[in-house]
């Protein structure tokens, strides 16, 4: 780039020609920025931050800089008037605002993206139903490794979705990992009435406490420092169990913390310890559905002079 700017600026002198010295001016304001931005700001600011995800997204915003800044200042010194520049400028808006609707509203939704921190490089998100981790922000998708789908319990189905950027223009971004790394999970146990469900609260309150205890702690340092920076109600952190009647059975709910991406791990633990707590207690009773059919067998019609036969 250097090389072809110092050629053209060359040629100039010898040829004086208006478009050549346009080329020699966009030539120069691309190398410059290239220099700005690419090695000043990129190699040598942004390779001092320790956080790869924080200079991912610096990185992708210096890039998007760049090229706005490079086309504003080429069309600034290149057209001399004014107010043709204006029009100028008029003309382009509207034929990429008609012609390139969904270009330009995801090319808006990568600035939005970006400069309002809706998500970064790592975060689990879900927009327009497309669950997945962010594995790259770009000028016109977001490259999401695919969660759910056929795959339960919030795991990687291995498929990667292309997301447009301009879904958050007009839809709701659901964050999981924007402020703090955990979410609330629940275990349903049903247990038979004739069941000591006192004892069974107290067992299924002792397993998840025990399992989930360091996690609980680091979910309550986040949610006061999540409280510094919204309005944010008081919440239970500890674990609990809930109580529901049914028709069939009395109703268990285990409520805990666990960390985003180990849903399903901890909740197949847990599951597995209580069941094994459970089945050692004579007087407790996990509860199952069952479906009781009678059968109602009815007398046969008797013929004429023979009295009638019960089967």
Partial sequence: MLISTIASWAATLTYQNMYLQDLATVLLVAT??????????????SSRISDKRTRYSLNKVFYVLSIVIFLVVSMLLVVQDPSSLLVTFGIIGAAIAFALQDVFKNFVGSIIIMGGNLFRVGD????????????DIGLMNS????IREWVDGDQATGRINLVPNGLVIAHTVHNYTKDHSFIWDEIFIPVTYNSDWKKAISIITEVITRETGEVTSRAEAEIERLGEKYYLSRSVIEPAVYLRFTDNWIALYARYTTDVRNRRVVNTRLSRLILERLEVEPDITVASQTETVTVIQQEPVAEKGEPGKRT
């Fill in 32 to 45: 410059v920025t290239y220099l700005v931005f690419e090695i000043l700001l990129i190699k040598f600011g």
């Fill in 124 to 135: 689990r998100i879900e927009i327009e139903g497309f669950y997945g981790d962010v594995m």
């Fill in 143 to 146: 490259t999401l490794m695919e």
